[in-house]
C-alpha cells in the first residue's frame, strides 16, 4: 500500500494508555438487520473525549475503505447502526466499481463543530494504526481535509488527503453522476443528449455545484434548491438556474431529479407524487427502503442506485492506495465506466422485472462470491 509511506507519529505512552477498544462484533450483529461485519470496534478515550467506531463489513476484495463520519447520534446504538449500515453499502459500492477493496466505514461520536480537538484526533490515530492492515479512512460529514491530513501525519491508513493523496474527491463524484445521467436518459428515451432537458437538484453542495456546472455546461435546464440561500443564488446568477423551495424540489416537474443533499429523500410518502421521469443523484441513501425502489419501479421512474452512480469520489480515493500510485488518467478510464454499468443494470432491471437497486445488489454479492472463491 503506498499510503505506508507517511511519517508516522509515535504516541506516548502516556498517551496511548488511556485508549481501550474493545471488539464489539458479537453486541453489534444483534442490532436488527445486521449480522454479517467482519469486525466491529469501539475505542473509548475518556480522557482525550473521543468515542468511536470502526465497523469492518467485508474485505473479500481487499482492505475495507470507508469515510469517517463525525456526528452526534442520538444515541449510542445509532452511531453503531449507522456505522454498520454505512459500512454495507461501502462493501456493495467498492465491488461494483470494480474495485480490491472491501466495504468499511467509521463514526466518531462528537459535534463536529465543537468538540474537534487535537487530543480526539491522537486517541483515534492510535485506533487507526490498530486496523492499519484491514480499515483505511477518508472524509465523510464532519471530517475535513485538514483533519485526515492531521491523521494521515500519525497513521498511514487514511486516505483523502493532501499528504500524498488527491484531496477532496467531490468534482470525481460529481463526473460519475453526470455520465449517470446520460445513461439513464438513454436508456428511457434513446438519447443521451442533456440540451433542452431539465434537471432538479437538491443540494448544491460541493458535488451539487459541480454537477450543476457540468450540466448547464451541457445544454440543460436547472431548477435547483438548497437551504443555503446564497448557494441557490450563485446558481441562478452563474448558471441561468430557476430556483426552487427545498420541499418543492423534489416533486418539481422535470426529466431528472438529482438528489444531492441528504439520505432517506424518496420515500412511500412522496414516491406518488414525483414528475420526474429519473432518479439519479449523489446522495448517499436516497431511498429510505430498499423496497422503495419497486414502487419507483411501478411508476415508471428510473431510479439509478446510489452507490454505483456515486462512486467516482470512492474511485478516486481507492486510487490514492492504488500499489502503482495514484493515477488521473486511470481514475478517469474508471469513472468512465460508470455509466457501461447503470446502462447494464437498466437492462437487466427490464428483462427480469427486477427493481434497478436489487439487480445492482445482486452484481455486487456475484463479485464478492467470486472473489471469495
Ligand atoms: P455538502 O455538504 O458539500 O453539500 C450538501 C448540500 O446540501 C449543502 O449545500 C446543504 O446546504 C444542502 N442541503 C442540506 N439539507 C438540504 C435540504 N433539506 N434541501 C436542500 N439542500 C439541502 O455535501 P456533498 O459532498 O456535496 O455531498 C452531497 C451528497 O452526496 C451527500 O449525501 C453525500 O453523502 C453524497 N456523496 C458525496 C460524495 C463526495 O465525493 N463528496 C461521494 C459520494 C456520495
Not at 481501550?20 to 480522557?47: C, N, P, Q, W, Y
Not at 469517517?68 to 452511531?79: E, K, L, N, S, Y
Not at 497513521?155 to 493532501?162: F, I, L, R
Request: proline content about 3%; some cysteine.
Amino acid at each position: 500500500m503506498s499510503a505506508n509511506t507517511a511519517r508516522v507519529h509515535k504516541a506516548t505512552p502516556e498517551e496511548a494508555s488511556s485508549l481501550v477498544v474493545e471488539d464489539i462484533t458479537r453486541a453489534a450483529s444483534r442490532l436488527a438487520g445486521f449480522d454479517g461485519h467482519e469486525k466491529v470496534l469501539l475505542g473509548r478515550d475518556d480522557r482525550r473525549g473521543l468515542t468511536a467506531i470502526i465497523a469492518i463489513h467485508d474485505t473479500t476484495l481487499g482492505p475495507a475503505l470507508g469515510g469517517t463520519r463525525i456526528w452526534m447520534h442520538d444515541g449510542f446504538d445509532a452511531a453503531v447502526t449507522d456505522a454498520l449500515r454505512l459500512s454495507r453499502g461501502m462493501t456493495l459500492k467498492a465491488a461494483i466499481a470494480g474495485l480490491p477493496l472491501g466495504g468499511g466505514k467509521a463514526v466518531i461520536r462528537a459535534d463536529a463543530k465543537h468538540d474537534k480537538t487535537p487530543e480526539l484526533f491522537d486517541a483515534y490515530a492510535e485506533m487507526l494504526a490498530q486496523v492499519h492492515d484491514s480499515y483505511i479512512t477518508a472524509e465523510d460529514v464532519g471530517m475535513t481535509l485538514a483533519d485526515a491530513d492531521y491523521l494521515r501525519a500519525r497513521t498511514p491508513n487514511v486516505a483523502g488527503t493532501t499528504i500524498g493523496g488527491s484531496g477532496n474527491p467531490s468534482a470525481f463524484t460529481a463526473e460519475g453522476v453526470f455520465l449517470g445521467i446520460r445513461a439513464a436518459l438513454k436508456h428511457k428515451t434513446g438519447s443521451d443528449a442533456l440540451a433542452g432537458r431539465s434537471v432538479a437538484i437538491q443540494g448544491l453542495g460541493a458535488v451539487g455545484r459541480a454537477l450543476a456546472d457540468r450540466l448547464a455546461g451541457a445544454g440543460a435546464r436547472l431548477i435547483v434548491a438548497d437551504i443555503d440561500r446564497q448557494r441557490t443564488a450563485d446558481a441562478a446568477t452563474g448558471l441561468g438556474a430557476a430556483v426552487a423551495a427545498p420541499d418543492e424540489i423534489l416533486t418539481a416537474a422535470v426529466d431528472v431529479l438529482a438528489p444531492c443533499a441528504l439520505g432517506g429523500v424518496i420515500n412511500q410518502r412522496n414516491i406518488g407524487l414525483l414528475k420526474a421521469g429519473i432518479v439519479a443523484g449523489s446522495s448517499n441513501n436516497q431511498l429510505l427502503h430498499h423496497d422503495d425502489a419497486i414502487a419507483l419501479k411501478e411508476r415508471g421512474i428510473l431510479y439509478a442506485p446510489d452507490y454505483v452512480i456515486n462512486a467516482g469520489g470512492l474511485v478516486n480515493v481507492a486510487a490514492e492506495v492504488d500499489a502503482d500510485g495514484y493515477d488521473k488518467a486511470k481514475v478517469e478510464a474508471r469513472i468512465a465506466e460508470i455509466p457501461a454499468t447503470l446502462s447494464t443494470i437498466f437492462a437487466e432491471a427490464e428483462r427480469s422485472g427486477k427493481a434497478t437497486n436489487q439487480v445492482a445488489f445482486e452484481m455486487a454479492e456475484a463479485r464478492i462470491a467470486a472473489g471469495r472463491r
